[in-house]
Nanobody, 126 residues
């Protein structure tokens, strides 16, 4: 059974930084896409950043240049470095994984991902 655990959320002031971690286990996919999504109250879930097992990445326009997704040394660990945080980045952030290397816009399409974590809250105050 696939298990995803997110950590690193918290409260910061505008302009601050946070690093989220996602530890994925319970699968042996040879090809993967791991992504971060976020959902603010009353809003739809949106893709933030994704990385494939081929190391290709994708970012939402709203975070391009501020957020960086990367793989850790541990197998299936992914980080999301978030810099220059803004109040509009406030949301629950979810990690998701799927057994395919999604390309183009599919990298950040939520219905392409079948396995999800419970989320970690990020709050940015002005």
């Amino acid at each position: 059974q696939v298990h995803l655990v997110e950590s690193g959320g918290g409260s910061v002031q505008s302009g601050g930084s946070l690093t989220l971690s996602c530890a994925a286990s319970g699968f042996t996919y040879s090809r993967t896409s791991i992504a971060w999504f976020r959902q603010a109250p009353g809003k739809e879930r949106e893709g933030v950043a994704a990385i494939g097992s081929d190391r290709t990445t994708a970012y939402a326009d709203s975070v391009q240049g501020r957020f960086t997704i990367s793989k850790g040394n541990a197998e299936n660990t992914v980080y999301l470095q978030m810099n220059s945080l803004k109040p509009e980045d406030t949301a629950m952030y979810f990690c998701a994984v799927d057994s395919a290397i999604w390309v183009g816009p599919f990298k950040l399409t939520s219905f392409k991902y079948r396995n999800w974590g419970q989320g970690t809250q990020v709050t940015v105050s002005s």
